[in-house]
Nanobody
Framework: QVQLVESGGGLVQAGGSLTLSCAASGSIFSINAINWYRQAPEKQREWVATITRGDSTNYADSVKGRFTISRDNAKNPVYLQMNSLKPEDTAVYYC?????????WGQGTQVTVSS
């Protein structure tokens, strides 16, 4: 089993920055990739970014060039650096992974961007 805990959300003005963290515990050596998703009010959850075990990264078009997913040499936690934030980035941000065919989600952290 894997447990994921997000932190770092908050309220920021448009154009500002925030860094989210996703700390994993449990069977972390079985994790191949960590994903960030977000869900805005009354919208479906959408994928934001992925980092693989080999540190390859991929981003949704809506955040490419503004968000950076990374981790340090210890591989844990995973960070999501968010720059040039827009009101449309307002959402609950979740980290996610698959281990042995099971999906695991964190509890989410709220990001609110004011205009």
């Amino acid at each position: 089993q894997v447990q994921l805990v997000e932190s770092g959300g908050g309220l920021v003005q448009a154009g500002g920055s925030l860094t989210l963290s996703c700390a994993a515990s449990g069977s972390i050596f079985s994790i191949n990739a960590i994903n960030w998703y977000r869900q805005a009010p009354e919208k479906q959850r959408e994928w934001v970014a992925t980092i693989t075990r080999g540190d390859s990264t991929n981003y949704a078009d809506s955040v490419k060039g503004r968000f950076t997913i990374s981790r340090d040499n210890a591989k844990n936690p995973v960070y999501l650096q968010m720059n040039s934030l827009k009101p449309e980035d307002t959402a609950v941000y979740y980290c996610h992974t698959f281990v042995s065919g099971f999906g695991y989600w964190g509890q989410g952290t709220q990001v609110t961007v004011s205009s």
